[in-house]
């Protein structure tokens, strides 16, 4: 039984939890929405300060991204050479593997002064899942009793699940996560996801869960996101927002000295009482699903993108959205995150048949969501830490020393071009000959094509482009009148052009050559 005080806390959140956010606060949280020319993200996944600054000023800045998102950046403990220790927050200096503040501040100038915004992935649900360690800046902490951030008071202590809070080792919940594939209800400390008020009371996977109905903890968290907004910040990912009432997230933003964008991590489960929709009013909403709630959810987009391209039935995606999506204004769609490239929940660069290229092609030109691309690095094993001291390092139109740097291959950054070209422009001449094949224009400003078969596909394409020669900016760049790749001819309204299996092509407006 839940003490009196905390049993009447609950009973007034859980009130809190169906409701719409306060008429003043829906106001200020209305326009949460990106609202610069270039839109497009880039998840720099573990890059350093340092590194990400000099990507904006080598790259980024002259390839039409909108915005980079950087790890978290309060400091968090200090664990052994995994990535998944940077969502577990013990103070929020702005310090830890990524680099300090002064790196930080340098970071947020230097992508600016390239056009660039920042975005922070941000942890507001929970701190460490540890009894007992040390954060970055050499503070000690006990699980539930962070010296000068928070104490024992601050957090939810629902017993529920057969973790009740006691969990040693964050590593036995990730190995658990890895293992399970098949329900929710088996989640121990989360019992069951068909309950909100576990869902939003209880630990996350162990992690000691903020009481954000508290007035001591929304000051706190608005504090630390009003430091981040001091430094320059452009935007936030809420890390594990399902994990937290919808008027919590809206309280605490109505806090915030400056309106930033919003994009809020909210897992889909058929069934389940929670919903990506229900946090549209806060901002934009991450759309996809985990992998062990894959039956009856493949129609969210990051699942279907992976189940189209792994069946190779690509023709069903002219009808994105599909029932019950989070409207296109409201969505932030991606291929692939740290989370999914790791647990199954997608596509990834190792995905066969160049499925992980053709996927970023479709996500880049299809009109829903704004949409993220990944830039990680190579892993042995999905615990694993960043290469090079987390130092990300780029050459040409890949990666070295360990890093992807996918927003650089060809067809990834060619496609951020076409993505800025083409804007809100309707879909036109959808032709799919096969499932496994399709092309479509974008209004008059570009078009594109998929052939996911293992034979090649020439066929003529009708076409609102404006006659002319056309970069094909999957595999080639504009430079003045030239293109580095191929070319393809448009004539009163037409074009014919041979797409190699398992390959596509891209060509838009603003890489006309003749």
């Known amino acids: 039984m839940l003490p009196s005080t905390t049993s009447t806390m609950l009973s007034a959140a859980l009130l809190l939890l169906s409701a719409t956010p306060a008429a003043a606060d829906s106001v200020y949280l209305s326009s949460h929405i990106p609202t610069t020319t270039n839109k497009i993200i880039v998840q720099m996944f573990e890059w350093t300060w340092d590194s990400v600054a000099a990507e904006c000023g080598y790259f980024l800045g002259t390839s039409g991204v909108g915005f980079v998102q950087v790890s978290p950046a ?3 403990w200090k664990g052994d050479g995994v990535w998944w220790d940077s969502y577990q927050p013990e103070s929020y200096n702005i310090a830890g593997k990524h680099g300090n503040r002064t790196s930080f501040a340098n970071m947020v100038t230097t992508c600016h002064n390239n056009g660039v915004g920042v975005i922070v992935d941000t942890v507001m649900n929970h701190q460490t899942g540890q009894t007992s360690g040390t954060g970055w800046t050499g503070d000690t902490f006990t699980k539930y009793v962070y010296p000068g951030t928070y104490e024992y008071q601050d957090f939810h202590h629902t017993q529920c699940g057969s973790w009740n809070g006691q969990i040693s080792k964050w ?16 989640h121990p400390g989360l019992d069951n996801y068909g309950n909100a008020t576990e869902v939003q009371f209880c630990e996350l996977v162990g992690l000691a869960d903020l009481a954000t109905e508290t007035e001591y903890v929304r000051s706190r968290l608005a504090q630390y996101i009003n430091d981040l907004i001091s430094l320059g910040v452009d935007g936030l990912r809420l890390d594990a927002s399902k994990h937290m009432p919808v008027a919590d997230i809206a309280n605490i933003l109505s806090r915030t000295t400056k309106q930033l964008y919003i994009t809020q991590e909210v897992i889909y489960g058929a069934g389940e009482p929670i919903t990506p929709n229900m946090y549209t009013g806060n901002g934009d909403v991450q759309e996809h699903v985990l992998p062990y709630s894959r039956e009856g959810d493949m129609f969210r987009f990051t699942s279907a993108i992976e189940s189209a391209f792994n069946s190779g039935n690509i023709a069903q995606l002219q009808y994105v959205p599909f029932d019950g999506w989070v409207p296109s204004s409201s969505a932030n769609a991606f291929v692939t995150n740290h989370d999914t490239e790791r647990n199954g929940g997608s596509l990834n660069y190792l995905s066969p048949n160049n499925e992980y290229v053709l996927a970023y092609i479709y996500a880049l030109s299809f009109p829903y969501g704004t949409p993220t691309i990944l830039s990680s690095y190579i892993f042995a094993n999905t615990d694993v830490g960043p290469p090079n001291g987390g130092y990300g390092t780029c050459y040409g139109t890949g990666g070295v020393n360990g890093f992807l740097c996918q927003h650089r291959w060809i067809a990834i950054a060619g496609m951020i071009g076409f993505f800025n070209q083409v804007g809100s422009s309707v879909v036109v001449h959808w032709v799919s000959d096969a499932y496994n094949r399709i ?8 078009h594109v094509g998929i052939n996911l078969s293992g034979s090649t596909w020439t066929r003529s394409f009708t076409t609102s482009l404006p006659s002319g020669t056309y970069c094909d900016i999957v595999h080639g760049s504009v430079s003045g009148t030239t293109c580095s790749g191929p070319t393809i001819v448009v004539s009163n309204g037409e074009f014919t052009t041979t797409v190699n299996t398992y390959d596509g092509f891209g060509i838009h407006t603003g890489a006309k050559i003749e």
Not at 173 to 181: C, I
Not at 439 to 446: E, P, S, T, V
């Open 74 to 76: 309060q400091e968090n």
């Open 171 to 186: 590593e036995d919940s990730l190995q658990w996560l890895e293992e399970e594939e098949e329900t929710h209800a088996q």
């Open 439 to 446: 092309a479509y224009g974008r209004g008059a400003l570009g």
